[in-house]
């Protein structure tokens, strides 16, 4: 998995501490999940919202995890923007719990947009297609 800065260890007097990205990276138990828990850690501006944080995450068996169904529920409840919608419907179709049309892209700024391709070509196995700006 790509580290970002939303993903290194913090540090609290000397201790590190896994953040919540490592976490839930750490918990998710298959390819399409680690990959929406990827995108959401290099997107960063959703997961440090309180109220998807409050839809999403839960700690079960003393493990950090993703409730997938729990955010799909509540999706329109959250008091997003059509772009931080789309995004999290994108990635909760990548978990399968939810469908998204190919049309909410259009609400997508350059940078999710740019996180949804990377994470279609991880879930497609294919490493050799790169996603970047043109030159």
Same mark, same amino acid.
């Given at each position: &998995?790509?580290?970002?800065?939303?993903?290194?260890?913090?540090?609290? *007097?000397?201790?590190?501490?896994?953040?919540?990205?490592?976490?839930?990276?750490?918990?998710?138990?298959?390819?399409?999940?680690s990959? %929406?828990? /990827?995108?959401?850690?290099? #997107? #960063?501006?959703?997961? !440090?919202?309180?109220?998807?944080? =409050? %839809?999403?995450?839960?700690?079960?068996?003393? +493990? &950090?995890?993703?409730?997938?169904q729990?955010?799909a !529920?509540?999706?329109?409840?959250?008091?997003?923007?059509? *772009?931080?919608?789309?995004?999290? *419907?994108?990635?909760?179709? &990548?978990?399968g719990?939810?469908?998204?049309?190919?049309?909410?892209?259009?609400?997508?700024?350059?940078?999710?947009?740019?996180? +949804?391709? /990377?994470?279609?070509?991880?879930? =497609?196995?294919?490493d050799?297609? =790169?996603?970047? %700006?043109?030159?």
């Amino acid at each position: &998995m790509t580290s970002t800065a939303a993903s290194s260890p913090a540090t609290d *007097g000397g201790r590190d501490h896994p953040s919540l990205g490592d976490l839930l990276a750490a918990s998710a138990t298959s390819l399409r999940r680690s990959t %929406a828990v /990827q995108a959401l850690v290099e #997107e #960063e501006k959703l997961l !440090a919202l309180d109220n998807v944080r =409050a %839809a999403l995450v839960a700690k079960e068996d003393g +493990v &950090m995890t993703c409730r997938w169904q729990s955010l799909a !529920a509540r999706l329109y409840t959250l008091d997003l923007d059509e *772009g931080e919608r789309a995004f999290l *419907g994108f990635v909760l179709s &990548m978990v399968g719990v939810r469908q998204c049309h190919l049309a909410a892209i259009e609400h997508l700024d350059e940078r999710r947009l740019k996180i +949804v391709l /990377q994470a279609v070509v991880r879930l =497609a196995g294919n490493d050799r297609i =790169a996603i970047g %700006a043109r030159l």
